[in-house]
């Protein structure tokens, strides 16, 4: 009975919580309030809006006019480095003439929230129709900032999607309200990341609005990745963003109670603050990098491709609501097409090794097929990832995804090189005179590079702090990364881009989105970039463990392989496979190959990581979380 009584107090709430919604006298009152006090700053007066030229719109727009039905034509860009990811946006932004419409599954007030955001509010004061459709769950977690938001300009307008209690922000007894009384509504995230220019030109992939997406977080940055495209498929995502744009769960900012109430409360707002930056210097080079011709020539115009046939799919809203419905389903459907049509390869990069019941059975079968493709798999390890929960149940299945699919796993490592390198050619900031700045170096071209340390977190615009995971700590001191970039190869012909994580969350209750490109060049591009990733100084290799003591190994391994079956008390220490670190003098090998054994060395199945509780719940979650492997 008590049992019965904790789950009664939840559901009351919620039920109390679902009943107060903003009440329609409320709305339009704030909306008479906004009308009367928004913000009709403007900045230009001419018909092109002000544009600034930008050679990756007039590519986009060339490639359109070029197009037909039968042979459309795309300019595409992948998006590695975090540095040109965030200089195409802010290029993109200021060169829009019409429109720009933004999707994001997280968007914080740290240095790369509030950049955005205010190079869109300046988009909007010069004319240009803004649209932003962010997650509630870890977005704008300010309700005094949308109250702002709500009348910058009347040209931007904001909603949030799935506000289940209707609110800005989720604290934590709501949430746990929202997951007894409807999980299914709470649980479906729109996961979708969109950035789209004109109907011409669009940016998608696994990169939020949060610093350490653009590698200026302080301590802990991810790897990602975004593509670039401009053309006909533009148009597709334009119809993607119209569609969940006018769903019933995109809420306006008058609807959600709280931004509500602080409206009705103050119906003459301050001017729109002006902007602050931790670091201001690297905002101002990123600026200025985005009006550089020379920069964007080098860095993104001759990295793009010209090309044919281009896909953007996008899950619909209806995916968990109509869960049998096909075209519910069409990125997801897309992308587990692309695989089990593959021939001799498969080069997956992921940052959760959690695969869906359906991603399961077509590796199977692909293992099976005579000659089996070779699957490559790039992901976290338990010391670079920030998900500890969902590392836990793939180290569960270790043995499976080795033995029955057949995947060559690399997990990254926490300090790896690329990422490194990354982070450091994002915080150098060249100079030309000031030979005095802090950690200055001065290049043979007589410019000075200057390091900037990147950002923690901390208080934002309007003071808040937000909610993130951190990662175990380690046993090795430095500034870490984590993997984040979700990616496909296939037969090394064509790729995809996106923000599919090919977990049962992705499957069955986030929407996803991303580009399919047809075409060898590209997916050659791609598949390097993840094959970096696998590089002995970027990852260690899981591989079987071989027994030390013959019998006993042997009996250990039997154990093992009991333990790992059991949904509960899967608590053996010793499993099928452990980590292996490459040993001086040797080259790169396959687990397969009969050299493996003498160029590796094994160090551990958590490789770094210190005894820690983040140790001990991973073990805890590998021994009793099972059944909730749908829903980390």
Known sequence: MHLRGGYLIPVLLAALLQGCATSRAHIRQADAI????????????????????????????????????????????????????????????RAARQSIEVQTYIWDEDDIGTLTLNELIGAARRGVDVRILADQLFSFEDPALLERLARVSPNLQLRIYNPTFYNSRTPPLEFAAGLVCCFMRFNQRMHNKLLLVDDSIGITGGRNYQDRYFNWDNDFNYVDRDVMVGGPAAREMAASFNLFW???????????????????????????????YVNPARVADAQDEAEDPAWLAEHLVDTSLRTGKVDFFSDHPAKTEQPDKREARQFTANVMRMVSDAHHEVVLQTPYLVMSRRARKIFKRLHKDNPAPQIIVSTNSLASTDAFAVYAVSYKLRKNYLTQYGFNIYEMKPHAQLAMDAYTQANVVDEEDNEE????????????????????????????????????????AGRRFGLHAKSLVIDDTLAMVGTHNFDPRSDHYNTEAGVIVYDARFAHQLRASILD?????????????????????????????????????DVWPFRYAT????????????????????????????????????????RLITAFGAGVTGVL
């Open 34 to 93: 906004v009308a009367s006090s928004i913000d009709h700053q403007t900045t230009c007066e001419r018909a092109d809006h002000c544009a600034t030229p930008s050679p990756l719109l007039d590519g986009a727009d060339d490639a359109l006019a070029h197009s037909t039905a039968d042979q459309p034509e795309h300019v595409v860009t992948l998006l590695d480095d975090s540095e040109a990811a965030l200089v195409a946006r802010i290029n993109l932004i």
């Open 246 to 276: 006018n769903l019933k769960r995109s809420v306006p900012l008058t609807h959600l109670r709280d931004v509500n109430r602080l409206i009705r409360n103050d119906p003459t707002p301050p001017p729109w603050p002006a902007p602050h």
């Open 437 to 476: 700045a802090p950690t200055a170096e001065v290049t043979p071209d007589g410019k000075v590079r200057r390091r900037f340390p990147g950002t923690d977190r901390r208080p934002g615009l309007f003071g808040s702090n937000g909610r993130r995971n951190r990662p175990a700590p380690l046993l090795s």
């Open 533 to 569: 990733a696998t590089q002995p100084q970027n990852a260690w290799v899981i591989a079987e463990r071989k027994p030390v003591i013959p019998v006993l190994g042997d009996i250990s391994r039997a154990i093992g392989d009991i333990s790992a079956k059991l949904p509960l008390f």
């Open 579 to 618: 980590s292996y670190e490459i040993k001086p003098g040797c080259g790169p090998l396959l687990p397969t190959d009969p050299d493996f054994n003498r160029c590796y060395a094994p160090v551990g199945d958590f490789p770094d990581v210190d005894i820690s509780p983040k140790l001990l719940y991973t």
